[in-house]
C-alpha cells in the first residue's frame, strides 16, 4: 500500500486514532534529503507489516507541522496508541528506519 | 574482486564510478547515508559547465543513475578499515568485506558543528544545519546564523524572507562570503550583526530558547532570545577511520595533489576530502575523473 497522504483533517483519524503504529514522515518538496527519503518510505509502505506509514507535506499542512513541533526535516515521528513514541531527524537508511518501527 | 572500490557515493565517488566503468574496469562505491552527498542540500546550482539551473537532488540523482547504468554498483555500507596487501585491497564494511586491485577515496566533507554542549540533542528542537530545509519552520520567528561564510550569508539572506528577526554571530570583524551578498544582508531591516563573537551556550530546556554569546574583545557575555539556530561555520573532513592508511594534514584531509594520489600506491582520493584550495562541484567531478583513470591505469 502506498504512504497516506496525511492532512489535518485525517490526521487523527489515520494517526491518533489508528490501532497499529504508524511511521509518519514530515517532508518537503524544497529539500533535498527529503526527496531522497521519499522512495524508501514508500518502500516501506509497501511492503508494511503490522504497522502503517503516512507522510504530510509540510508546505502544505505547517499547522500540523508545528502542532507536533517538527523544525527540521525529514522528520520521521513514529505513532503508537496516539502518542509519539519516537523521532528521527535528517537522511537515514531503510534498516534505520525499519528499526524506530520495530 | 572488484577493480576499483569507491568510498563515497557523493560527486568525486560517482564521477570515478563513471570513468572507472567507461575505461571497462568493474566499480563498487561503497556510501554510509545517501548518494549525492553535501550537494542535495542546495536547491539550486547554477555554476555547473552546462546546466543552467539544476536542483541539488535532480543533478546527484542523474549522475547516481548515469554511474549505475554504466555498471557501477553502488551499496549503502559504511566503510570503516582498509588493508594494504600490496597489489590487494581489502576495504572492510559494518556489513562485510570486499577486495579489489586499486580505491578512491571520495568521503567527501560534512558539516563542522558549534561543539558545545546541546547542539546534539537539540538537532531537529531548534538547531539545524540547512537553512533551506528548515526556515519555512521558523516564519515570524527571531533566528541566529553562526558564521562567515558564503553559507552562512546566504543562509541569512534566505532566513530574512521568513523570519521576524535573523541574528548573524561572526566571531570574526569582516565576512569571508561574497561582499555582494553582503552588502544585500546589510540593506534587510529585520536583521542584526553580531560581530567578534562566539555562541558559548544554548538555552533551552527541551528546545531552543536562546544562545549566550560572548564577545571575544570585550569578554562580556550576553543572552538573545531566538528559537532556531542555523550553523554554518564550515565543513570539515570525516577521514580518521583512515589515518593509519594515508597521510593526513592536520584538519583532516588528505594529503593530495592535482593527480589525486596518496602516499600509498594504488590508493586515490576525490573531491572535498583531499587537501586543495578550491572545493566545487566541478572539481570534485574533476577529481573523480583523475583519480578513476589514474586508478584503471595500475591496474592494467
Given at each position: 500500500m502506498a504512504a497516506i497522504v496525511l492532512n489535518k483533517d485525517n490526521f487523527e483519524a489515520e494517526v491518533l486514532n489508528s490501532d497499529v503504529p504508524v511511521l509518519v514522515d514530515f517532508s518537503a518538496s524544497w529539500c533535498g534529503p527529503c526527496q531522497m527519503i521519499a522512495p524508501i518510505i514508500e518502500e516501506i509502505a509497501d511492503e508494511a507489516e503490522g504497522f502503517k506509514v503516512g507522510k504530510v507535506e509540510t508546505s502544505e499542512e505547517m499547522d500540523l507541522a508545528l502542532e507536533y513541533k517538527v523544525s527540521s526535516i525529514p522528520c520521521l515521528v513514529v505513532f503508537k496508541g496516539g502518542k509519539e513514541v519516537k523521532r528521527s531527524v535528517g537522511f537515514i537508511q531503510k534498516p534505520e528506519i525499519l528499526e524506530l518501527v520495530k | 574482486m572488484f577493480d576499483v572500490i569507491i568510498v563515497g557515493a557523493g560527486p568525486a565517488g560517482l564521477s570515478a564510478g563513471i570513468y572507472t566503468v567507461r575505461s571497462g574496469k568493474s566499480a563498487l562505491i561503497l556510501e554510509g547515508k545517501s548518494y549525492g552527498g553535501q550537494i542535495i542540500n542546495t536547491p539550486d546550482i547554477e555554476n555547473y559547465p552546462g546546466i543552467k539551473n539544476i536542483s541539488g537532488f535532480e543533478f546527484a540523482t542523474g549522475l547516481y543513475e548515469q554511474a549505475t547504468s554504466l555498471g557501477a554498483e553502488v551499496k549503502y555500507e559504511q566503510a570503516v578499515s582498509i588493508e594494504d596487501k600490496g597489489d590487494i585491497k581489502i576495504v572492510n564494511t559494518e556489513q562485510g568485506s570486499y577486495e579489489c586491485k586499486a580505491v578512491i577515496l571520495a568521503t567527501g566533507a560534512k558539516n563542522r558543528p558549534l561543539?558545545?554542549?546541546k547542539e546534539k540533542e537539540f538537532v531537529g528542537y531548534g538547531i539545524s544545519y540547512c537553512a533551506t530545509c528548515d526556515g519555512a519552520f521558523y516564519r515570524n520567528k527571531d533566528v541566529a546564523v553562526v558564521g562567515g561564510g558564503n553559507t552562512a550569508i546566504e543562509d541569512a539572506l534566505f532566513l530574512t524572507n521568513y523570519c521576524n528577526k535573523v541574528y548573524v554571530i561572526h566571531?570574526?570583524?569582516?565576512?569571508?562570503?561574497d561582499p555582494k551578498d553582503v552588502e544585500k544582508l546589510k540593506s534587510k531591516d529585520n536583521v542584526e550583526f553580531v560581530m567578534n563573537s562566539t555562541v558559548e551556550k544554548i538555552l533551552g530546556e527541551?528546545?531552543?530558547?536562546g544562545i549566550e554569546i560572548k564577545d571575544k574583545n570585550t569578554k562580556e557575555t550576553k543572552n538573545i532570545n531566538v528559537s532556531g539556530i542555523f550553523v554554518a561555520v564550515g565543513q570539515e573532513p570525516d577521514n580518521q577511520m583512515f589515518s593509519d592508511l594515508v597521510e593526513l594534514d592536520e584538519s583532516g584531509y588528505i594529503i593530495a595533489k592535482e593527480d589525486c594520489m596518496t602516499n600509498v600506491k594504488g590508493i586515490y582520493t576525490a573531491g572535498d576530502c583531499r587537501t586543495k584550495s578550491v572545493r566545487q562541484l566541478t572539481t570534485a567531478a574533476a577529481d573523480g575523473a583523475v583519480a578513476a583513470l589514474a586508478a584503471c591505469a595500475i591496474i592494467d
Open positions: - | 561543539g558545545i554542549e566571531r570574526r570583524d569582516t565576512f569571508r562570503a527541551s528546545s531552543v530558547e
